[in-house]
């Protein structure tokens, strides 16, 4: 568990957009629930973005609406992808799936369910689960209250 306000200090700079830069090893060709799995370059970067809303002018509602998913996944809004800057692998952890540089990642601050989570009975003894069931009656609780 992270604090999100942790992620305010990374937005100074001069990048448009900051993410978490995946290598995610896809090695299947289905994913949850039967889908067709995507293979292609930069995946699952844009799970998890931070936008510099003065520098990323691109993003207009027209653009957004009109543009193919792979290019926005794929960040061809930017002029370059200098304009990029990280978030660290542990505020964007890929549950159950191979990514280099993840095996180092011992306390995520934010779990990715891209395989399906502990919300379904299918997924539900993913990786973190518990954690993800402890905020889960956390959050309930409080509603109840």
Known sequence: ????????????????????????????DRKFLGERQSKYNMKNWTSV???????????TPEYVNNANGLDLHQFKWL?????????????????????????????PKLVHYTEGGPFYSTTSNCQYAEN???VYERVNDFRTH
């Open 1 to 28: 568990e992270g604090d999100v306000a942790e992620l305010q200090k990374l937005m100074s700079g001069n990048h448009s957009v900051r993410c978490t830069k995946h290598n995610q090893i896809v090695k299947a």
């Open 49 to 59: 973005m931070i936008f510099n809303n003065e520098r990323c002018q691109a993003l």
């Open 79 to 107: 002029n370059t992808l200098e304009e990029i800057g990280d978030i660290p692998l542990e505020w964007n952890y890929l549950a159950d799936v191979e990514s280099l540089g993840q095996e180092e990642i011992t306390q």
């Open 132 to 134: 993800w069931l402890k």
